[in-house]
Every structure is written in C-alpha cells, then in structure tokens.
C-alpha cells in the first residue's frame, strides 16, 4: 500500500478497521490487526488472537450462525466463506448465493433471476455440502427471516422513547461519531 491514492479491492479487504478515538466501542486495540488476522489464519485458531487481553477462541461461540457467500465472489471464494461453518459450536445454515461478491448480499425478494443454495447440514467439506444442496427460486431473504424468526421471541412494539433500562440517550441519531475525523 505504498501509494496512498491507489488501494486495491484486496488491500481494502484487509486494511484494519478503525473507529475513531472518541466512539464508545473503540476500547483499544486488539492483538495485531485484522491484515495480520488475514495473512495468518490467526483467527481461526483458538487463542491466535487476543482481545481487551482475552483469548478468542471462535469454538466457544456455542450460537447458531447463518453464513452467506456468492457462487461467482470473486474477492472472498465460497469455498472460503464455507469454512466458517466449521468454527463456531450452535448449529450453522449456509446459503451459497448464485451471484458476485456484493450481489450475493443485495438481492432482495422479487428478483425472478435470484437462486440460492442450501442444504440442511454443513460437513466439513464444501464440495460435500454442495453436492447435498438444494437451490432454491428467489432471494434467500425471506428464508434468513424464517431462520431468525425461528430464533427469536414474540415481535413489540417499538419503545415510545429512546433510552431505557436507566440509560438515556445521549444524543439525537445518527450519533456524534459520525462527524469525527
């Protein structure tokens, strides 16, 4: 990245993320950092990364996950992405996406030209998974909805005002750390 004007799509992917100083989450750094995390496979190994001096290890995550990936990504291949079936604990849905790296994501219900993949199981292997996949018509949209709404309680009503639980709001939206520089 020695030319601060030109960054390809590949150095973005993996160029630390960084909140500014002032916003309530940035609470420091964590080991290394996330093009270190890439380079290594550090994250996948239980305890290759530190946060706020713990230990991760993604393993222990004991949640049921739904991972999406694109069929034709070329930035993040889904065989790739698939792999992240095999780290955490719960239960992982996979959806293979018949589209690209940001199509795959923004392909919302009433696309004709939409498929998904999907099997009920993720083995280890993706080619296994794929062989085992149904496609779908549509978006996978309305079945990450099914997935969450499986997962979730009964739907309230929006609070009447901002704050609760003895915290109030400290500011209108979007919130003050978007002017920081």
């Known amino acids: 990245m020695s030319d601060p004007e030109f960054v390809t799509s590949a150095?973005?992917?993996i160029a630390p993320s960084c909140l500014p100083s002032g916003h309530p989450d940035n609470r420091g750094p964590a080991t290394g950092t996330s093009a270190s995390w890439a380079s290594s496979d550090a994250l996948v190994r239980p305890g290759g990364v530190t946060m706020l001096g713990s230990p991760v290890d993604l393993g222990l995550i004991d949640?049921?996950?739904y991972m999406v990936a694109g069929i034709t990504d070329h930035i993040c291949p889904w065989q790739s992405c698939y792999r992240s079936t095999q780290l955490p604990a719960g239960h992982n849905r996979f959806i293979?996406?018949?589209?690209?790296h940001v199509a795959a994501m923004v392909n919302p219900p009433g696309n004709d030209k939409a498929r998904y993949q999907v099997a009920k199981d993720c083995p280890e292997d993706p080619q296994d998974w794929l062989g085992r996949a149904a496609t779908c018509p549509g978006s996978w949209w309305p079945d990450y909805a099914g997935w969450l709404a499986e997962?979730?309680?009964e739907e309230r009503a929006a609070p009447d005002e901002l704050g609760g639980g003895g915290l109030a709001p400290i500011c209108d939206a979007p919130g003050?750390?978007?002017y920081d520089h």
């Open 11 to 13: 150095q973005w992917k």
């Open 63 to 65: 949640r049921d996950s």
């Open 96 to 100: 293979l996406s018949t589209s690209g």
């Open 151 to 153: 997962r979730c309680g």
């Open 176 to 178: 003050t750390y978007v």
